[in-house]
């Protein structure tokens, strides 16, 4: 097996570990108002929403997971057949494995969605050409592009970038001569303050919070270590980053009305419809989604994601806010 292939399927064995879990959203703190009388009914919910102006019906995305080993193959092509069922948003796993070596394209999974979109990291950009990536992501079926910024992990990666810096001119004219919508997200420590400003000065469609509370990339890359870490400084380096809350505040004041994702450590629905009341237009989820197809499978899918729509729509209704601009006031206004 090719390292990079190897190294996905540790990634995705190892994310399996309790230990990798962070300690979720950090929303319990959140109070949304709750409507007794459920006088939005089902039929009056309008959950539509759009991720870089791609219409969606309910605003969900299955976040960057995987592709590049035979073992995400069923994965993704499940993965892309719900999200265009459903009418929800997928982002594939890095495409590097596939732009080194055109026989794992087929680890992306097979089947249109309209709503897909392809994942490299912002380090890849200087080895790869605007160009080349664009033909890779169409021949894929994407609509988009999501760069990743994954500093920390590099650090702590055997095989990482250990001085990782990213280039902002660099980037800037990637962003310039990409020619489909680009989104950029962080890993799991989110993005925030003056990192958010800066990412929302450049050509972009949106970003994605990946914020503290979800998988955790430094407790996964620490224990695949050669040369170990002190649990110590693994604790601290898993520290630094932003809250959920903290990241959709600092990115939508970025963004201004550009596509906000939010995601990092969203365990259920109650999550999801939080995170759009605090700002963001849809919310993506990594980790539960492939525990779910571990244990049980495509069938498990099916149920999981049909299960998050329909408490989703639930929670949402009880809220008595029927579509996503009066969900996003009903945190400001008295209940
Ligand atoms: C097994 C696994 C592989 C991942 N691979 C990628 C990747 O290739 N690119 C990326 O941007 N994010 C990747 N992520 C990060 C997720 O997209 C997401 O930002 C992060 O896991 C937080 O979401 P979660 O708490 O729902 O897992 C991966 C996550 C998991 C669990």
């Known amino acids: 097996m090719q390292s990079i292939e190897k190294r ?11 230990a990798s879990r962070g300690t979720g959203a950090g929303l319990d703190h ?10 939005v009914s089902d039929e009056d919910l309008d959950t539509r929403t759009r991720i870089a102006g791609i219409p969606l019906r309910f605003p969900l995305m299955f976040g960057a997971i995987t592709g590049g080993t035979a073992l995400a193959t069923d994965f993704n092509t499940t993965l892309r057949k719900l999200a265009q069922k459903h009418g929800l ?21 097979t089947g249109q969605v309209d709503a897909l979109f392809a994942n490299l990291g912002v ?9 080349l990536v664009a033909r890779k992501c169409q021949k894929l079926g994407c609509a988009g592009l999501c760069l990743h910024l994954n500093g920390l992990q590099e650090f702590v990666q055997n095989e990482g970038n250990h001085s990782f810096s990213c ?7 990637f962003i310039e001569s990409f020619p489909m919508p680009v989104l950029i997200k962080e890993v799991g420590s989110g993005l925030g303050g003056m990192c958010a400003n800066r990412l929302g000065s450049l050509p972009i469609a949106g970003l994605e919070t990946a914020s503290l509370g979800g ?7 620490a224990s695949r270590r050669q040369s170990p870490i002190s649990a110590a400084n693994v604790n601290a380096l898993n520290a630094i980053g932003y809250t959920l809350e903290a ?32 700002g963001a237009d849809l919310v993506a989820i990594a980790q539960p989604l492939y525990r779910v197809y571990h244990d049980n499978e495509a069938a498990g899918l099916e149920s999981f994601v049909q299960e998050w729509i329909d408490i989703g729509r639930l929670i949402w209704r009880s809220t008595g806010c029927a579509n996503l601009q009066a969900l996003r006031s009903c945190l400001t206004k008295p209940a």
Do not use: Q
């Open 89 to 109: 948003a997928m982002c594939l796993g890095s495409i590097r494995a596939c732009i080194e070596d055109d026989s794992l394209d087929i680890t992306y999974g």
């Open 167 to 173: 280039h902002f001119d660099a980037l800037l004219r």
């Open 215 to 221: 998988t955790s990339w430094i407790r996964i890359e």
């Open 30 to 39: 959140i109070h949304l108002p709750y409507d007794a009388l459920f006088e």
């Open 247 to 278: 990241a959709i505040r600092d990115c939508r004041n970025a963004l201004g009305d550009r596509t906000l994702i939010a995601s990092g450590g969203i365990s259920h629905a109650l999550d999801l419809v939080k995170s759009l009341a605090l």
């Open 123 to 131: 380090n890849e950009i200087s080895r790869y050409s605007a160009d």
């Open 8 to 18: 996905k399927a540790a990634h995705l064995a190892l994310c399996l570990d309790s």
